[in-house]
């Protein structure tokens, strides 16, 4: 994805997270069970300034972010606004390719990932918020397709660093909403993904934004618009995994 759909995705979803905030101030995060809306709404404006400091600064080692004001939630939504507005901007002006430290490289890499990684932040906790608020909408097929691949990249890497025993087999993720499969070589160190069909021990068809929803532990397997085929094992023993 280019960074105009990804900065289309996260004004839009920012804005619906926005929304679902104001609407059911006091609600419980099901999805995020520790939480309620403030909660919620004041990790991502934190996560968003944090963001925009890194990128904006140019920073190539870690800095930490900055903290929640303790106006109420009405000065906490406002902040949230402003958080988003100025990320937007940064992301508008930067050269994606200069070279910002994050998290999954441990150092420096390309600008780029906060412009992707800030989308996909926003667009899982823009569900968590409507979904508390009571009125969830799926994240578009496109975006949830690249979150995915995003996700499986990740995991990648943290097996590489925390290898999980039992960890065997193989597993294809089908988007019934678009042109997305993922057939995938588990072991307790590694991931091995393709971007095509293959045969494997258990399989999962659903619509893009439930594949991931499922992925980063939002929804069941069980959940209508699944459909489930071979080892029920090895779906089970991903679903319990925290990365």
């Known amino acids: 994805m280019e960074r105009r ?6 004004e839009a979803d920012g804005e619906a997270l926005a929304a679902a905030g104001r609407k059911a101030p006091k609600a419980h995060v099901g999805s995020c069970p520790e939480w309620h809306m403030a909660d919620l709404v004041g990790h991502l404006a934190r996560v968003h300034r944090w963001a925009n ?4 600064t140019g920073a190539t080692g870690y800095q930490k972010g900055p903290d929640c004001p303790t ?7 406002a902040w949230y606004d402003e958080g988003l507005d100025e990320l937007l901007a940064t992301f508008a002006a930067t050269d ?3 070279p910002v430290w994050n998290w999954a490289d441990r150092g420096p890499g390309p600008a780029r990932f906060w412009a992707r990684r800030m989308a996909h932040e ?18 578009s097929p496109e975006l949830a397709a690249d979150g995915i691949d995003e996700y499986l990249g990740f995991v990648t890497r943290w097996l ?17 909403d678009g042109e997305g499969e993922w ?3 588990l072991r307790p160190d590694g991931l091995d993904v393709v971007r095509e069909h293959r045969k494997a021990d258990a399989a999962i068809r659903a619509p893009g934004s439930d594949l991931l929803l499922w992925l980063v532990n939002r929804v069941p397997v069980d959940s209508p618009g699944f459909e489930v085929f071979g080892q029920r094992e ?5 679903g319990k995994l925290k990365f």
Request: charged content about 15%; cysteine-free; proline content about 5%.
């Open 53 to 56: 400091q890194l990128v904006a």
């Open 122 to 139: 926003t667009s899982v906790h823009r569900w968590d918020a409507q979904a508390a608020a009571g009125t969830p909408q799926p994240i």
């Open 71 to 77: 106006e109420g939630f009405d000065g906490l939504m």
């Open 5 to 10: 759909q990804y900065l289309q995705h996260l």
């Open 160 to 176: 590489a660093r925390d290898p999980i025993a039992g960890l065997e087999g193989t597993l294809h993720l089908h988007a019934t």
């Open 96 to 98: 994606l390719e200069a």
């Open 234 to 238: 090895l779906i089970d023993l991903w």
């Open 183 to 185: 057939s995938m070589q």
